[in-house]
Structures are given as C-alpha cells and as structure tokens.
C-alpha cells in the first residue's frame, strides 16, 4: 500500500484505527503514531464502549510518567488494522487518558514491529511497508 | 431521519468538535468515508457517552488542531512495567 496523508498539521502523526470490539464490531478510533511507547495504548472510556472493560484484562499495566504512575489493564483484540496493516489477536493497554485529550489512543511500537515506518513530514504523509529484502552477497 | 455524511463534509460543518458516527464505511486514510451522524460536541466524555446510546459499530475522532499541551494529556513518554 502507498504513502497515506496524516492529518495534523503540527508535527503530531494522526491515523485511524480500525478495532474489532469486544461484542460490538469494527469501529474506527483515532490515535497518534507513536514510536516512543512500547505498547499500543487505548483510553479506558473508548475501550469499555468496545465492550474492553477491567473484568476482559489478561493483565495489569503501568505507565510511568513524569509525574507519576497510573495503573490500567492489557486486553486482548482480536484485530486491529492500521496504516494498511493488521494485527490479529494483539494485546493493548487501557489507560485513562486526560480528559482534554484529542486522541482516544496511540499507536504503539508493538504494532510496527518487523516493519519499515516512514513518516514523511515535508509531505505529510506515513508509510507502512515490509522491509526490503536483503541484498546478496557478492 | 439522520443524513448520511462524507468525512469531508463533517470536518467542513464541525470545525473544533468532537464527532461520533455510525453506519460507517471504512477508508485506510481517513477516519471514514461517509457514515451517519451521531452527534458533535466539544467534550470529549460527552462525545464518549454518546457512543453509549446505540449498539454496532461507531467512528469517533476530534476535527481540530491539537492543542500544544497535548504531549502532557497523552503521556507520550512512557514505560510499562
């Protein structure tokens, strides 16, 4: 799949999020890419209107943030699509987000994991591709 | 009856707002390519609790800019344990 347009003007990678819910199917969410967190994170309040609530968690989670800790849970989905890619059976972690908060989530290194990420701020669009393949030698 | 909306023209009528959407089609961009209307509101927890008031699935997203506090809102920065 080529480049796509993220829709941010300000530096910040805005891109949709399809999620298959828990009991209520395919919604469209929207996240900011982010390289820097580990694992894909979803607010709490969009999760439980995926049907995700603390009682579906596999586990607890933590985040650690300059200002302290807070505790949330890891669910399971069963898919999630982004960028042109999908993730079956993919763990993410349900936080609370700040209720100014612009996003309900974001796009963790997890789910780019084995891929080539290309974020292209001069056209303002991102790239989601398989690695090339390895040259051979000689 | 509620009108079926491209995403184009709800960014365009909603400006700043937070949108929810049902009935939607999908699109690999966008957040949608069209769907129904929900409702708008500058409140992101009222935008949430309107996501409560029909069953299927829904699009919700913000149609405006960031704010520049927003890295803070976010904790961009974190480490799970």
Request: with cysteine; proline share 4%.
């Amino acid at each position: 799949m080529g480049s796509l347009p993220f829709t941010s003007d300000d530096g910040l990678v805005r891109v949709p999020v399809l999620v298959w819910g828990c009991g209520r199917e395919l919604s469209s969410l929207s996240f900011v890419v982010d390289t820097g967190t580990p694992r894909t994170l979803l607010d709490v309040g969009a999760a439980a209107n995926l049907g995700f609530n603390s009682e579906r968690a596999v586990r607890r989670s933590r985040v650690r943030t300059a200002v302290g800790s807070e505790e949330g849970y890891i669910v399971v989905v069963s898919r999630l699509r982004s960028l042109g890619w999908e993730r079956g059976t993919f763990e993410i972690a349900c936080h609370q987000l700040a209720a100014t908060a612009q996003v309900d989530g974001l796009l963790g290194a997890d789910f780019f994991a084995g891929l080539v990420l290309t974020v292209n701020y001069a056209a303002g669009t991102v790239d989601l591709a398989e690695p090339a393949p390895a040259a051979s030698p000689g | 009856m509620a009108e079926r909306m491209t995403f184009e023209e709800i960014e365009r009528s909603f400006p700043g707002e937070w949108v929810v959407v049902r009935d939607f089609v999908p699109d690999d961009s966008k957040m949608i390519r069209d769907g129904v209307l929900v409702g708008h509101t500058s409140d992101r927890a009222e935008a949430h609790r309107l996501l409560g008031t029909f069953e299927g699935g829904f699009a919700i997203w913000w149609t405006g800019p960031f704010s520049h506090d927003f890295c803070g809102h976010l904790h961009l920065y974190t480490k799970h344990g």
